[in-house]
């Protein structure tokens, strides 16, 4: 069983930058399938970016491409989310999650369906505001 916990959120003005945290623990990093969520007041929960396996492809859901980057630290079972030029339509409380379904070698693009993941943090929110 995988235990992921996030941090990092906060309030940020529009256009501002934020590193979100997750650290999961119960497998490494490159064993495993990490994903970021999010969850707007009143919208479904909406995949924004996932790595897997060898790390090699990184998908983004196309609100975020090209402002927010996810990397990791194998070393430090840490998976990060650089999130930058943040918009007001970004805030949401942003979840991390895990899925042991993974090895070093896999280069086959992860998913941003929620269903794929069966072990999620308890949320941080992070807020756009002027």
């Known amino acids: 069983q995988l235990h992921v916990v996030e941090s990092g959120g906060g309030l940020v003005q529009p256009g501002g930058s934020l590193r979100l945290s997750c650290v999961v623990s119960?497998?490494?990093?490159?064993?495993?399938?990490v994903g970021w969520f999010r969850q707007a007041p009143g919208k479904e929960r909406e995949g924004v970016s996932c790595?897997?396996?060898?790390?090699?492809?990184?998908n983004y859901a196309n609100s975020v491409r090209g402002r927010f980057t996810l990397s990791r630290d194998i070393a430090k079972s840490t998976v990060y989310l650089q999130m930058k030029n943040l918009k007001p339509e970004d805030t949401a409380v942003y979840y991390c999650?895990?899925?042991?379904?993974?090895?070093?070698?896999?280069?086959?693009?992860?998913?941003?369906?929620?269903?794929?993941?069966?072990?999620w943090g308890q949320g941080t929110q992070v807020t756009g505001s002027s």
């Open positions: 999650a895990a899925a042991d379904n993974a090895h070093p070698w896999l280069e086959i693009m992860c998913a941003l369906g929620s269903t794929d993941y069966p072990y």
């Open positions: 119960g497998r490494a990093l490159d064993y495993s399938t």
């Open positions: 790595i897997r396996g060898s790390g090699v492809n990184i």
